[in-house]
């Protein structure tokens, strides 16, 4: 069936990016970990202060495809433990 199903994964993993770059995987969606992080505690902080908070909040996520991979926002969120270890 090769050539004739398109494969999207969902999360990243090692093996979805190797299967995205052999050809398998026509895209992966990703989920924006950190800006999850960060409304997740923004939330909670307006919460234990009383303030009007959001219960359901959209954090986004991200197509990413064979084109866009390699780009320095994309990579941010398919290898972010390499991200991490740059930046320290």
């Known amino acids: 069936m090769e050539g004739?199903?398109?494969?999207?994964?969902?999360?990243?993993?090692?093996?979805?990016?190797?299967?995205?770059e052999k050809g398998v995987f026509k895209g992966i969606v990703v989920q924006k970990a950190f800006k999850m992080g960060?409304?997740?505690?923004?939330?909670?902080?307006?919460?234990?202060?009383?303030?009007?908070?959001d219960e359901n909040v959209n954090s986004g996520c991200q197509l990413v495809t064979p084109e866009n991979m390699y780009s320095s926002e994309i990579e941010k969120l398919i290898f972010p433990f390499n991200t991490i270890k740059q930046t320290l």
Do not use: C
């Not at 919460?47 to 009007?52: A, D």
């Open 38 to 53: 960060y409304l997740g505690v923004t939330e909670t902080v307006r919460m234990l202060q009383g303030k009007p908070y």
């Open 4 to 20: 004739q199903i398109q494969v999207v994964g969902v999360d990243s993993s090692q093996e979805a990016v190797q299967l995205m």
